[in-house]
């Protein structure tokens, strides 16, 4: 089980800021892959990969980078603070 | 050392300031504060974070910052929520014994904070709302640090 | 439109910077402050100007900074006279749309204050007095405002 | 008639802030060299132009910069503000 956070316009395209998920998911990009088989609206959040950022347990991550151990998963766009 | 803060609530310069670089020899003190422009007809803007993240994302840029140059204080605060046009977003502080040092901390401070801080900024307009895109000078922005700089 | 004021009272940033920046369409706001430091157990500093240059030896620097850069409001107040460490010598403030520009238009300013306008200063420390030379990096960091910059 | 005006330690080299002097240099450094031969003093406040500036009527000047018309002549070390 891994929580899935989604920010931002992603959050919207989901519909939800949060959820659990039972994943056998090796990398982000294996869980992305898995996401989009889902249902329309994961396919339309995660429609182009390179709009995408990702965090694993708060880190900024790489989509290939492995999900061992890992407990929270965070898919945002690109950052704009400041 | 640095101290970060991420609030909803506006916040007054002048009492954040109050004592800042106070301990070191500073002879330096360079502020940034980032204001919410009214441009297109804005009427307000929302600030979505990620409250898990955002203040350990900031506490690594402010640490990479006080590694890279002679910093005798460091201070950031940046909101999240709603906001209108003239309201402060967030500022950033650096004292140093040599301007240079607290100059170029405070730059890389804020392009650090613009692209690698989990904030997004959504806009509310007479067209309706949109999310404010990332933009490619904010990405650029990062690369004269990675080179030989601080 | 920048406003330039060379005193020998002490002031006070946040009364300075009230409803600064406030008539533009503002979203950047860099400030520096120079402060004297204690370096070498200086007990005291002096700073002597030429009155008759000093205005407007920094108006033009002002003009020149509003010149290169899209600034929507710009302040510079310097003090001359007695001042021991830790006072305030000087503050340097621009308001821009974009940060870039009001970082860009505070260095130079401070990099053109350092060399070009009218101020010296004499340090009283254990050894005596001393006036303070100046530093050749000062005078290269005007370098890089003379080729495309801006 | 030219008011010559000295600040920091040329100031204090000379011993006075300003001064009129009666002169028919062309140039600030023809003014040098015609003060130079003043006095002690002068040959002092003026050893080493490198490390000096002027003005011209409140303008940063060069030494070869003539004189015509300009009422007020400055001199001083390499300014030291901010």
């Known amino acids: ?82 | 050392m640095g101290r970060v803060r991420v609030q909803s609530e506006d916040f007054d310069p002048a009492t954040e300031l109050a004592g800042f670089g106070a301990e070191g020899d500073v002879g330096a003190i360079v502020t940034f504060s980032g204001i919410v422009r009214g441009t297109g007809g804005l009427s307000r803007m929302e600030i979505e974070h990620y409250p898990g993240m955002t203040q350990s994302a900031i506490e690594k840029i402010v640490a990479e910052a006080e590694r890279r140059w002679a910093l005798d204080d460091c201070l950031v605060i940046h909101r999240h929520g709603e906001m209108v046009p003239g309201e402060r977003i967030m500022m950033v502080a650096t004292a140093s014994r040599h301007r240079q040092d607290a100059f170029a901390a405070a730059e890389f401070l804020m392009d650090y904070l613009k692209s690698r801080a989990p904030f997004w900024k959504k806009e509310f307009g007479p067209d309706g709302a949109a999310w404010v895109a990332a933009k490619d000078s904010d990405e650029a922005a990062l690369t004269r640090w990675s080179a030989s700089e601080g």
């Not at chain 1, 931002?8 to 949060?18: L, S």
């Not at chain 1, 039972?22 to 990009?29: I, L, N, P, S, Y």
């Not at chain 1, 347990?57 to 704009?80: H, S, Y």
């Open chain 1, 1 to 82: 089980m891994i929580d899935v956070l989604y920010f931002a316009w992603v959050r919207e395209r989901i519909g939800e800021p949060r959820e659990r998920i039972e994943t056998e998911a090796r990398t982000v990009a294996e869980l992305v892959e898995e996401l989009r088989g889902r249902e329309l609206r994961y396919q339309l959040a995660f429609e182009d990969l390179s709009a995408l950022r990702c965090a694993l347990d708060q880190e900024l991550a790489d989509f290939d980078a492995p999900l061992d151990g890992v407990r929270e998963v965070a898919f945002f766009p690109p950052m704009t603070g400041g």
